[in-house]
C-alpha cells in the first residue's frame, strides 16, 4: 500500500469513527412537521410611542420565553429571524389557538380610579379621553365607567397566581401582589377610592389588560378613607375557569410586551402526519438505495458493491454532519437526505466511466493505473458539477425560510459527504481492492475492463448526433413553447406559501370526491376554496386568510360531507408574508440562474456557459409549464425542487462540456460541431448511469413518500428527464450555433463521425 492510499485510508477511518460515535451520542432535532407541533411566526409593530427595532424585539424574545415556560411545553425553540420577527416551534402542541393568543397578547396591565359611571351619549364603543388621561370603558359586566389615569402599572406587580376560594365564594381568580413603590401606590388609590360612599362607581378601581377593564372590584367598607390596603395585595375576580385564571396570571407575571406582534405564520403538524412521513422516507431511503446499489453493482460488478459500501458510509456520515451541526431535520431536508443518496452515484459513476475508457484506449497497462488515471481525469467534472450543487443549496439556505431552508441545509451536507464518499473512501476500497491478486488475474471482475452496454453500441453505431443540430433546437423549441403556453393559460397556481392564506389538511375515514366538498364549501360562503385530494384517504383546503371562527365553520361543512375528518395539518400565511416569501422566490430564482451563468462563465468559455445557462432556462420554464397544465401548487417545496433541478441540469451541461473542453485543448483537427459530437457519445453512459440511479431514488420517493413528497420526487423525476435531455440536445446545438456565430460561420457536420 503506497503511502497516499495509506493516508486517504487513515482520513477515511478516522472520519467514519467520529461519525460512528457522534451518530450512537448525539440525535438529529426533528423539526415539528415530523414530530408534530405547531411554529408560529410573530413580527414586532412599531406603535407612536416606541419603535419595533431590534432591541424592543430582543426585550420581546424575553417576555415570550417567561410566557412560554409557564405553559409547561417541552423543549420549546424561540429565535429571532432578522429585526422584526420572532420564530417559535412548540412541540406537541396541536391546538395553536391558545398559545397564539397568550403570545400575541400585548398584557399592559393597568390600574386606574374610577371617577364614576359615564352618562347617558358618553362612547363605550371605544376608549375616549374626556380629559388629558381620562377615557370611558366597559367594565366586565357592560357597565361603562369613566376612568382617570393610570396609578399602577404590571412593572408594579410582584408576582400573580390562580386560585380556587371555594369558601368564599370567589371560585377561580388571580392574586395580585405589589413590591416597592406599588405597594405605596396601591393604599393610595384604594385610600382614594374609600372615601366615597358605598354603592357608588367611583369606590371601584378598574383593573384594565390591554384596554380591557377585566375587573372593577369595589373597595371593601372596612377600608378607611385615605388609608387603603396596605398589605399590597388584592384580587382580581370575574368568574373566571381554570385556564382563564392560569392565562391571565401567566400574562401579568410575564410582563408586557413593549411592543405590538402580529402572527404572520402559523404551522400545525399532527403527530401521525409526522410519523407517517418518517415511516414513509425511510421505506423510500431503504427501497431506493437498495435499487440503486443493485443497479451500479449489476454494472460495475465489483467496483460498483464497493461503490455500494462508499454510500452506507455516505449515509452514516451526513446524518453524523446533520447531528453534529445541530441542524434541523424537515421533512424537505430528509427528502434531499435521500435525494443525495442518488446524487452520491454520480460521482462514482464519472470516475468509473472515465477508468474504462482509459482501459478499453489501452492507455494504462493494468486495472490500477487506469483506476487512478480515472479519478484523476473526473476530478475536475465532479468538482465542477458538485459546486454548482452547493450554490443552489446555499441560495436555499440564505433565502428560502423554513424547511425549505432545511432541505437546502441537507442537501449542502449530502453534496460535501459524496464528495468524500466518492474521492475518499470509495478510492480506497477500490485501489485495494485492484491491488489484489487475485482480482489482477481477473480484470473483468473489477467492472471497468468492459465497455459497457451502451458504450458498446455507441462505438459499434457512432451515430452523428449533431448532424443537424438546428433539428434539435426546434424539438426543444416546441417542447418549450408548449410548456410555456400552460403558463399563459392556466397561470401558475402559486400556494398559500406566496399568496398568503390558509392550507388545512384532513384525513378521512375513507376517500371523498373534492368536488362536492368544493360545492358545500361554495354554498357555505367560500367560493374561492380550492380542495384536493391528498394521498388515499385525505384531502387539502386551501382558502383566503381565515379566522378562526371561519375555520371551524369550514370544517364542520367538510364533516358533513366527508363524515369524521381529523385535522392534521394547517397552516396560515399572513397576505404581507406571502408577497415578502413570493419576493425572495422570484430573487432566489434569478439569482441561482445568475450565479450558475458567472461560475460557468469563469469555468469555461462564454459561448458554453451561455449555452449551459440557455438549457437551464428552457427546462426551468418546462417544469412550470408541466405543474400549470397539471394543476399542480408552487410552493417553498417546489422551490426547493426547482432549484435542485437547476442543479442536476448544469451538472449534466458540465461534465458534457468539460469533456468538450477536454477534446478541444488536444487540438485534433475536427470542426467544433464533431468536438461536441465526439464527447456527446463519451459522455452519454455517465448520463445513462447517473440518471437511472437517481431515477430509482425519485421513483420510490414519489411512490412511497407520501402526500407530503408526492408532487416534490414528481418536480425532480420531470426536472431529471427534462434535464438529461436538454443538456445534450439543446445546450450542445446552442453552443455549437454559438460557436459559428462568434466565428462568423455555420454550424457544420464536417468532422462529427470521429469515433468515440
Known amino acids: ?71 409547561g411545553v417541552a423543549e420549546p425553540t424561540l429565535v429571532r429571524s432578522g429585526d422584526h420577527r420572532i420564530i417559535v416551534e412548540l412541540p406537541g402542541v396541536r391546538d395553536p389557538k391558545k398559545a397564539s393568543g397568550v403570545l400575541g397578547r400585548t398584557a399592559q396591565l393597568t390600574f386606574h380610579p374610577v371617577l364614576g359611571a359615564a352618562q347617558d351619549g358618553d362612547e363605550t364603543s371605544r376608549p375616549l379621553p374626556k380629559r388629558p388621561g381620562q377615557r370611558v370603558l366597559p367594565n366586565e359586566s357592560g357597565t361603562p365607567l369613566r376612568l382617570g389615569p393610570a396609578s399602577l402599572t404590571g412593572e408594579d406587580v410582584k408576582e400573580a397566581a390562580a386560585r380556587f376560594d371555594q369558601q368564599g365564594g370567589a371560585g377561580w381568580h388571580v392574586t395580585v401582589g405589589f413590591e416597592g413603590a406599588g405597594r405605596d401606590g396601591w393604599a393610595r388609590l384604594t385610600g382614594e377610592a374609600a372615601c366615597k360612599a358605598p354603592g357608588d362607581a367611583a369606590r371601584r378601581v378598574a383593573i384594565v389588560l390591554d384596554d380591557k377593564v377585566i375587573s372593577s372590584p369595589q373597595v371593601d367598607p372596612s377600608i378607611a378613607c385615605g388609608t387603603g390596603i396596605r398589605d399590597g395585595a388584592t384580587q382580581i375576580t370575574g368568574s373566571f375557569s381554570p385556564e382563564e385564571a392560569r392565562e391571565l396570571s401567566l400574562l401579568i407575571n410575564g410582563g408586557a410586551l413593549p411592543v405590538p406582534v402580529e402572527t404572520v405564520e402559523q404551522r400545525t403538524v399532527g403527530p401521525t402526519l409526522g410519523a407517517q412521513a418518517i415511516t414513509a422516507s425511510a421505506w423510500a431511503a431503504v427501497i431506493g438505495t437498495a435499487l440503486t446499489s443493485l443497479f451500479i453493482i449489476v454494472v460495475y460488478r465489483l467496483l460498483g458493491a464497493l461503490a455500494a459500501l462508499a454510500l452506507a458510509c455516505y449515509g452514516l456520515v451526513s446524518y453524523a454532519a446533520l447531528a453534529a451541526l445541530g441542524a434541523t431535520l424537515t421533512l424537505p431536508g430528509l427528502a434531499g437526505f435521500v435525494l443525495a443518496i442518488g446524487m452520491a452515484v454520480d460521482a462514482n459513476v464519472l470516475v468509473f466511466e472515465r477508468a ?33 450543487t452547493l450554490i443552489a443549496a446555499a441560495l436555499l439556505f440564505f433565502l428560502a425560510s423554513g424547511p425549505v431552508r432545511g432541505f437546502g441545509v441537507t442537501l449542502g451536507i449530502g453534496v460535501l459527504a459524496s464528495m468524500f464518499s466518492a474521492l475518499v473512501i470509495s478510492r480506497v476500497l477500490a485501489e485495494f481492492a485492484v491491488s489484489r491478486p487475485g482480482v489482477r488475474r481477473r480484470p473483468r471482475l473489477t467492472g471497468i475492463a468492459t465497455t459497457g452496454a451502451v458504450r458498446e453500441r455507441l462505438t459499434r453505431r457512432n451515430p452523428l448526433l449533431m448532424r443537424r443540430p438546428r433539428r434539435w433546437l426546434a424539438t426543444s423549441a416546441a417542447v418549450f413553447v408548449l410548456a410555456g403556453s400552460g403558463l399563459a393559460v392556466r397561470g401558475v397556481d402559486l400556494g398559500v406559501e406566496f399568496t398568503g392564506g390558509r392550507l388545512i389538511e384532513y384525513s378521512t375515514s375513507s376517500p371523498v370526491d373534492p368536488g362536492r366538498v368544493r360545492s358545500a364549501l361554495a354554498d357555505a360562503g367560500f367560493p374561492r376554496a380550492v380542495v384536493q385530494s391528498s394521498g388515499d384517504a385525505g384531502l387539502t383546503v386551501r382558502t383566503d386568510p381565515l379566522t378562526d371562527a371561519e375555520e371551524r365553520e369550514v370544517t364542520g361543512t367538510l364533516r358533513e360531507v366527508a363524515g369524521p375528518a381529523d385535522k392534521v395539518r394547517d397552516e396560515l400565511i399572513g397576505p404581507s408574508l406571502g408577497k415578502e416569501l413570493r419576493q425572495g422566490a422570484l430573487i432566489a430564482l434569478a439569482v441561482a440562474l445568475g450565479a450558475q451563468f458567472v461560475y460557468l462563465a469563469a469555468r469555461f468559455r462564454w459561448v458554453l456557459g451561455s449555452a449551459a445557462v440557455v438549457a437551464l432556462v428552457h427546462d426551468v420554464v418546462i417544469l412550470l409549464g408541466v405543474f400549470a397544465w397539471l394543476g399542480k401548487p408552487v410552493d417553498g417545496v417546489f422551490l426547493a425542487a426547482l432549484l435542485t433541478v437547476i442543479g442536476y441540469s448544469v451538472n449534466d451541461s458540465v461534465v458534457l462540456f468539460d469533456r468538450v473542453r477536454e477534446l478541444d485543448r488536444r487540438g485534433s483537427g475536427p470542426p467544433f460541431s464533431g468536438v461536441v459530437n465526439r464527447a456527446i457519445l463519451q459522455t452519454l453512459p455517465r448520463t445513462v448511469n447517473t440518471g437511472m440511479g437517481a431515477a430509482f431514488m425519485l421513483t420510490a420517493l414519489a411512490v412511497l413518500g407520501g402526500s407530503s413528497l408526492t408532487d416534490f420526487a414528481l418536480a425532480l423525476l420531470i426536472g431529471l428527464a427534462v434535464g438529461t435531455y436538454s443538456s445534450v440536445f439543446t445546450a450542445a446545438p446552442v453552443a455549437i450555433g454559438l460557436h459559428a456565430r462568434s466565428r462568423g460561420g455555420k454550424p457544420s457536420a464536417e468532422g462529427a463521425a470521429v469515433t468515440a
Open 356 to 388: 474504462r475508457e482509459e482501459y478499453a484506449a489501452r492507455r494504462r497497462p493494468s486495472i490500477r493505473s487506469a483506476l487512478t488515471a480515472g479519478f484523476r481525469n473526473a476530478f475536475s467534472a465532479i468538482a465542477d458539477s458538485n459546486i454548482t
Open 1 to 71: 500500500m503506497n503511502r497516499s492510499l495509506r493516508v486517504r485510508a487513515l482520513l477515511a477511518l478516522a472520519v467514519l469513527a467520529l461519525s460512528l460515535y457522534v451518530a450512537a451520542t448525539v440525535p438529529v432535532r426533528l423539526g415539528l412537521d415530523l414530530r408534530g407541533g405547531t411554529q408560529i411566526v410573530l413580527e414586532t409593530r412599531s406603535t407612536p410611542t416606541a419603535d419595533a427595532d431590534s432591541a424592543a424585539t430582543d426585550r420581546t424574545l424575553e417576555v415570550l420565553r417567561g410566557r412560554i415556560d409557564a405553559l
